[in-house]
């Protein structure tokens, strides 16, 4: 008697046969235009940028001779003259600006982290109150407060010196780095907290041990937006720093515009380029932190 079987499926079934099945040509035809699309927008961006570079590569009077990145002529004698000119040397900028970046970034992550664990774990009087104020204060334009602040650090005679640009870090003054830490400390469950409670843990033990060793993405967000908006600060410095030998280097790149026409650009290009590198190479190292912060922050 003849047995009557099924014919094997295929491997892997139904799953297997639909990554063995071809994508639609349209779906596939779209995919191909947005990315063109998407490659377009990138390029028309990142042209100014890469202009500047290869700007800062041809002679002098050649600065503004087109729009090409080609040219007959390279040379390195903008970045010399960029870094030597003047009475001071541009690695004196570098180098204010570089302290004052790690101070402000070290102030940020102490007041900024302190502050976000009590708002999202303690339990105080007037909390809510007291968070919505600090919400509201994002809400303030900077420029508002630039004269009473430029009063008082006058009067604590801290003009011309670094600590306008410093000691506010520490104080726990930016909102929004605040808010975002509070987000992402909310995602955090409660029972780890009271695991380490129940271990003999305090509030400090349960902060340094469990709290920001899994909140370094947002940590990393807050560092690195810290990271860009202190090095590229100049109106701060521009404001406290009258002393050309403790300015930034944004302040340094400003010297080279001159209002009478006699603008270096050669070497203001030169000085751009070498500003950005350590942005983008901060910005490389902590780029999975960032992501992160970004994706999971305000998520509960």
Not at 22 to 39: D, N, Q, S
Request: net charge positive.
């Amino acid at each position: 008697m003849a047995v009557l079987t099924r014919p094997a499926p295929p491997a892997g079934g139904r799953i297997g046969r639909l990554m063995l099945r071809p994508a639609p040509k349209g779906r596939l035809v779209g995919g191909v235009i947005r990315h063109c699309l998407i490659i377009c927008a990138l390029v028309i961006m990142l042209y100014p940028l890469i202009w500047m570079v290869a700007a800062s590569f041809r002679p002098g009077n050649e600065t503004f001779d087109g729009l090409g990145l080609l040219s007959d002529r390279y040379t390195l004698q903008n970045y010399l003259d960029g870094w030597s000119s003047g009475a001071i040397n541009f690695s004196v900028y570098f180098f204010n600006s570089t302290a004052i970046t790690v101070l402000s970034i070290a102030g940020n992550l102490f007041a900024c982290s302190l502050t976000a664990y009590a708002f999202a774990r303690l339990r105080f009087p007037l909390k809510r109150l007291l968070f919505a104020i600090m919400i509201g204060t994002m809400l303030l334009p900077a420029h508002v407060t630039l004269v009473p602040k430029y009063v008082l650090f006058n009067e604590l005679a801290w003009i011309n010196t670094y600590l306008p640009l410093v000691v506010p870090n520490w104080l726990g003054t930016e909102a929004f780095y605040i808010f975002l830490m509070v987000q992402f400390i909310r995602t955090l469950p409660r029972s780890l907290d009271e695991s380490a409670r129940i271990d003999g843990c305090g509030h400090v033990g349960i902060f340094l041990r469990i709290i920001l060793p899994l909140a370094l993405p947002a940590i990393g967000t807050t560092a690195m937006f810290t990271f860009i908006a202190s090095w590229n600060e100049l109106l701060g410095p521009l404001l406290y720093l009258p002393d050309a030998s403790m300015w930034t280097v944004p302040l340094g790149l400003n010297s080279f515009l001159d209002q009478t026409g006699q603008s270096l650009y050669g070497t203001l290009f030169a000085m751009s380029t070498l500003s950005l590198a350590p942005i983008v190479g901060f910005f490389i190292a902590s780029q999975r932190l960032l992501v992160e912060g970004i994706a999971t922050t305000g998520f509960k």
